[in-house]
């Protein structure tokens, strides 16, 4: 989509981007999460666990905005201010992302996320894939903004997780 200017519209969504991220991301690590789970490689889940709607507060209202913007925006932003050629901008934007956002997502001593090194890697290294790939994607097609639609398909993958956990869990 362009604008009467010819120039790229980043102001709305890219759509099939945005759900192709939040599809890809809740198969995968749904069933992956529920492998661990079923092979006792994950925790148990701890007393000290955040209560749902805090949870929700968290994963809905504060996280998929600053993330996207940390994670994401950020290390393209300021990778795309060097002299580095193209490719390489986009090799380190997803070495960097993806990094950040698994780390970001380790529970380590935090007993309100309980997550070992394996499901960091599930939820926060192939969720931080789907997300830079999003913003990838939605960049390079130049249909819509990549921070609202990276943003969105984060906001909808965790409200997906809450709906299951809040029906069956």
Known sequence: MTAPS?????????????????????AVVTSCGTLLHTL????????????????????????PLPETALFFSLPYFLLSKTALPQRAVWWLFFIISITSFGVAHYGGSNP???RNWLEALLVGGFGGLCYARCFYVTMRSRIGSPFLTTALSHFLYNFMVLTVVFLFG
């Open 112 to 114: 309100s996320f309980h």
């Open 40 to 63: 006792g490689l994950a925790p148990s889940v701890v007393a000290n666990t955040l209560p749902f709607q805090k949870l929700a507060v968290m994963a809905l209202a504060i996280a």
């Open 6 to 26: 010819g120039r790229p519209d980043h102001s709305g969504i890219n759509w099939r981007a945005c759900l192709l991220c939040v599809l890809t991301n809740f």
